[in-house]
């Protein structure tokens, strides 16, 4: 029997989601491949993948599917792996390279800069190069990895404020300039801007492929993941050269792998924002898998 396959995000957020099926007691089971997340989308929205993480927006513009239950890469306030970085106050930004590896974080930007911080910049997609985004650009967003060194960067030179609002010397960026850089924490503007989490990707698949033996192997991959939060940031610390300490910190307070009634709320608070802004055609409802002993249901709300 062929097995499923599964498009996975390769950043580390999504490393406790993945631990058991990578490094774990299913390990071997599922066809596994990994790019950002985009690709991800792309994959199932093309029958590449039977199941991947998609960024949240695009559950909104790829039909037919249905996400699994209480599984997500979540923020609560402060994220840390999703940043702008301007070179001058958000509010006076008029130019915006958004890095090409996201959608969900470029609807929230642009959600954001609507409704938050009341501008309307020209933005464009770029390769998530900081330098050159902000040689082009007032400002940059970059996600994942990428974002992280830089979060954990500045954090050793600058003050941080509980939204992740800071103030850096351009050095201390990697850029050889005597500029100040303005640096956000999207995930804490939003939570300023909505009083609610950010959920920025979803499990999700096609009906037919999910059975509950999947769905109960989704949720245990996640469970075992949760218990190795320090053997994933030693792996990672090695493969990305940061401090584990800062890694697990990450992991364990501002990524959280949950989908609860406040992050439900949050997800649903994002779509709309995004139907109005027309980011999306409409904003359907979520069709959720649940699993009793013999079968899945689908119920939307």
Same mark, same amino acid.
Request: aromatic share 8%; with cysteine; glycine share 4%.
């Given at each position: 029997?062929?097995?499923?396959?599964?498009?996975?995000?390769?950043?580390?957020?999504?490393?406790?989601?993945?631990?058991?099926?990578?490094?774990?007691?299913?390990?071997?089971?599922?066809?596994?491949?990994?790019?950002?997340?985009?690709?991800?989308?792309?994959?199932?929205?093309?029958?590449?993948?039977?199941?991947?993480?998609?960024?949240?927006?695009?559950?909104?513009?790829?039909?037919?599917?249905?996400?699994?239950?209480?599984?997500?890469?979540?923020?609560?306030?402060?994220?840390?792996?999703?940043?702008?970085?301007?070179?001058?106050?958000?509010?006076?930004?008029?130019?915006?390279?958004?890095?090409?590896?996201?959608?969900?974080?470029?609807?929230?930007?642009?959600?954001?800069?609507?409704?938050?911080?009341?501008?309307?910049?020209?933005?464009?997609? $770029?390769?998530?190069?900081?330098?050159?985004m902000l040689e082009n650009a007032d400002a940059a967003l970059l996600?994942?990895?990428?974002?992280?060194?830089?979060?954990?960067?500045?954090?050793?030179?600058?003050? +941080?404020?509980?939204?992740?609002?800071?103030?850096?010397?351009?050095?201390?960026?990697?850029?050889?300039?005597?500029?100040?850089?303005? +640096?956000?924490?999207?995930?804490?503007?939003?939570?300023?801007?909505?009083?609610?989490?950010?959920?920025?990707?979803?499990?999700?698949?096609?009906?037919?492929?999910?059975?509950?033996? +999947?769905?109960?192997?989704?949720?245990?991959?996640?469970?075992?993941?949760?218990?190795?939060?320090?053997?994933?940031?030693?792996?990672?610390?090695?493969?990305?050269?940061?401090?584990?300490? $800062?890694?697990?910190?990450?992991?364990?307070?501002?990524?959280?792998?949950?989908?609860?009634?406040?992050?439900?709320?949050?997800?649903?608070?994002?779509?709309?924002?995004?139907?109005?802004?027309?980011?999306? $055609?409409?904003?359907?409802?979520?069709?959720?898998?649940?699993?009793?002993?013999?079968?899945?249901?689908?119920?939307?709300?």
């Amino acid at each position: 029997m062929q097995k499923l396959r599964i498009s996975i995000v390769q950043y580390l957020n999504t490393a406790p989601l993945v631990w058991g099926f990578t490094n774990g007691p299913l390990s071997g089971k599922y066809d596994l491949s990994f790019t950002v997340p985009s690709q991800c989308a792309e994959a199932l929205r093309t029958g590449a993948a039977d199941i991947a993480i998609i960024p949240a927006i695009e559950y909104q513009r790829i039909p037919g599917l249905v996400v699994l239950p209480d599984l997500a890469i979540a923020s609560q306030n402060r994220v840390r792996s999703l940043l702008i970085l301007a070179k001058k106050p958000i509010e006076q930004v008029g130019s915006f390279a958004l890095d090409r590896s996201s959608r969900s974080t470029q609807a929230l930007t642009r959600i954001l800069a609507a409704e938050h911080w009341k501008i309307s910049p020209k933005f464009f997609e $770029a390769e998530p190069d900081l330098h050159a985004m902000l040689e082009n650009a007032d400002a940059a967003l970059l996600i994942g990895d990428p974002a992280l060194r830089i979060s954990i960067a500045i954090e050793k030179k600058s003050t +941080v404020s509980p939204q992740g609002r800071a103030v850096c010397q351009a050095a201390t960026l990697g850029i050889m300039s005597a500029e100040i850089f303005h +640096v956000y924490d999207v995930v804490g503007e939003w939570r300023k801007f909505s009083s609610l989490p950010a959920v920025m990707a979803v499990w999700a698949a096609r009906p037919e492929v999910l059975t509950p033996e +999947v769905l109960a192997d989704f949720a245990a991959s996640r469970d075992f993941g949760l218990t190795q939060i320090a053997a994933i940031s030693l792996e990672a610390a090695h493969d990305l050269e940061l401090p584990q300490q $800062a890694l697990e910190s990450y992991l364990r307070h501002n990524i959280d792998f949950s989908l609860g009634e406040e992050n439900r709320r949050g997800l649903e608070r994002y779509f709309h924002e995004a139907a109005t802004l027309g980011l999306i $055609a409409r904003d359907k409802k979520i069709a959720w898998a649940s699993a009793t002993k013999e079968t899945v249901q689908i119920s939307a709300e």
